[in-house]
């Protein structure tokens, strides 16, 4: 299965521009559809480490602990955030595999 993502500091996402009120908004919008919540927060997500070396010069050697992901398999909202919250960053990958065995893995 694809999995989307935004990646930013928990600083970023959590005091600077606080997501908590989107995700709240989002996740009434699928209940008001009786449709299933397909996104997800991911503390130190532990995806990061089978693109450790992509992510490095991204993430300016932030570790994954300051690190948090708003996943989820719906393109269209993944790509709304990356326009809404634009110092964040974006990608997707494809899991289970062998890299990624649990894709909501987090530490």
Same mark, same amino acid.
């Given at each position: 299965?694809? /999995? ?13 521009e ?10 009434? /919008?699928? #209940? #008001?559809?009786? $449709? ?7 503390? #130190?997500?532990?995806?990061?480490n089978? /693109?450790?070396?992509?992510? $490095? ?14 996943v989820?398999t ?15 960053? #974006? ?14 893995? /987090?530490?």
């Amino acid at each position: 299965m694809k /999995y989307y993502f935004i990646l930013a500091t928990k600083e970023f996402l959590f005091e600077i521009e606080p997501v908590e009120e989107v995700l709240r908004e989002r996740a009434h /919008y699928y #209940s #008001s559809r009786n $449709k299933q919540v397909d996104f997800w927060i991911l503390p #130190s997500p532990e995806f990061l480490n089978a /693109y450790a070396n992509e992510l $490095k010069e991204l993430t300016k050697n932030n570790s994954n602990e300051n690190l948090v992901a708003i996943v989820s398999t719906d393109v269209d909202f993944i790509y709304w955030l990356k326009l809404r919250y634009q110092n964040v960053i #974006s990608g997707n990958f494809n899991a289970p595999t062998t890299k990624v065995l649990q894709p909501l893995a /987090y530490n």
